[in-house]
């Protein structure tokens, strides 16, 4: 693994790339994201410090995803081309496991939750970052609009 050092606000990765590589990331915050037909940004994931972010193409199919740093970060990179001699151990596992259950939480969740339960699940899962990141990703993430999530946190204090 290489070490890699970005500036807030830098896309490490664009939709339509080959060879994307998984990032782990050491300092910082990076968020996968997604913009549809319409211009409109869906964020996927948000990655804060011992976290791994990748979009899930193999190496060579084109991302789907682009992955930006929201904060200036350091972060490992490791490619998706596994080989023997390359240092993988069962933390980076451990962290990949932790992503892919992570996923699997947030599309159930987003099938069948409310707004309300969706935003308190995604203040359990990210409980270091609500204020690190703007709100209308965190809207964008939860798949409501701004002015929803304003609504879902009136309703929470209420509660």
């Known amino acids: 693994m290489k070490n890699l050092k970005v500036n807030k606000g830098q896309i490490i990765q664009h939709?339509?790339?080959?060879?994307?590589?998984?990032?782990t990331v050491?300092?910082?915050?990076?968020?996968?994201?997604?913009?549809?037909?319409?211009?409109k940004e869906h964020t996927y994931l948000f990655a804060p410090e011992g976290w791994?972010?990748?979009?899930s193409k193999r190496a060579s199919v084109p991302s789907e995803?682009?992955?930006?740093?929201?904060?200036d970060s350091e972060?490992?990179?490791m490619p998706k081309i596994f080989d023997e001699d390359m240092d993988i151990g069962i933390e980076e596992y451990e962290k990949i496991t932790r992503r892919m259950e992570v996923l699997?939480?947030?599309?159930?969740?987003?099938?069948?939750?409310?707004?309300?339960?969706?935003?308190?699940?995604?203040m359990e899962t990210y409980p270091n970052?609500?204020?690190?990141?703007?709100?209308?990703?965190?809207a964008s993430y939860l798949g409501i609009t701004p002015e929803a999530l304003s609504k879902v946190k009136r309703d929470l204090q209420k509660k």
């Open 52 to 55: 791994i972010i990748a979009d």
């Open 26 to 39: 050491v300092k910082g915050l990076l968020r996968s994201y997604a913009i549809d037909a319409k211009g």
């Open 75 to 77: 972060l490992k990179v």
């Open 129 to 138: 970052i609500i204020q690190r990141v703007p709100q209308r990703m965190v």
């Open 104 to 122: 699997q939480d947030r599309i159930i969740m987003l099938m069948s939750a409310t707004a309300l339960e969706r935003y308190e699940h995604f």
């Open 15 to 23: 939709r339509g790339e080959l060879g994307t590589k998984v990032y």
């Open 65 to 71: 995803l682009f992955i930006e740093a929201l904060e």
